[in-house]
């Protein structure tokens, strides 16, 4: 595969595809080397959105210029934050309303650790998205049952913590495993 050359001696492919949530019907697919990052197709993926939209997409999507002109666009967005992500704390949210789990009783999931708002703090990663966001921290089950700590991050700052995981969830279990896959979808409310 000329095409998709990768290193000296492998060729490698990558299909980037937007899923329809309510249809899981392909609206956008995208085919390339797997030579670029998965962030440069967002605004490819996301082209066709229009305000009230939801994108939730696989944390290497992460493209905070791309990001703001979803925000700027009225789209919603929710993503699992990156490790390397610098970020301020402007002030806890639902304080109180965290779902902890009470001693003796088998926990509920999500369990809410943190649910506040933030600013980047990075020069250029601040330039690129200068405005706050939600991040949201819980405790979820696996696909395996094991308990693992994921972040979430949104652009929405009314619904509450559950809700980012169920977006999330909504990628099936594969977000939530050890399998690795990219993937992101629309969601667009009747």
Request: proline share 4%; net charge positive.
């Amino acid at each position: 595969m000329d095409w998709a050359k990768h290193r000296k001696h492998k060729a490698a492919a990558k299909v980037h595809v937007a899923l329809d949530l309510i249809s899981f019907i392909p609206i956008r697919v995208v085919t390339d080397s797997a030579n670029h990052h998965d962030g440069s197709y967002m605004s490819e993926l996301c082209g066709n959105m229009k305000s009230g939209d939801i994108a939730v997409m696989d944390r290497a999507y992460v493209d905070y210029k791309q990001l703001n002109t979803l925000t700027e666009q009225g789209v919603f967005w929710v993503t699992r934050s990156k490790s390397n992500m610098k970020i301020k704390v402007i002030r806890e949210l639902n304080k109180g309303r965290k779902n902890t789990p009470q001693k003796g009783k088998e926990p509920h999931y999500p369990i809410i650790l943190k649910d506040e708002e933030v600013e980047l703090t990075g020069k250029t990663s601040h330039r690129r998205y200068p405005r706050s966001f939600r991040h949201v921290s819980a405790i979820v089950q696996d696909s395996n049952g094991k308990e693992i700590t994921v972040s979430f991050l949104s652009n929405n700052m009314e619904w509450l913590p559950p809700v980012y995981v169920t977006c999330i969830a909504a990628d099936g279990v594969s977000r939530l495993s050890s399998r690795r896959s990219s993937r992101l979808y629309r969601y667009a409310p009747l």
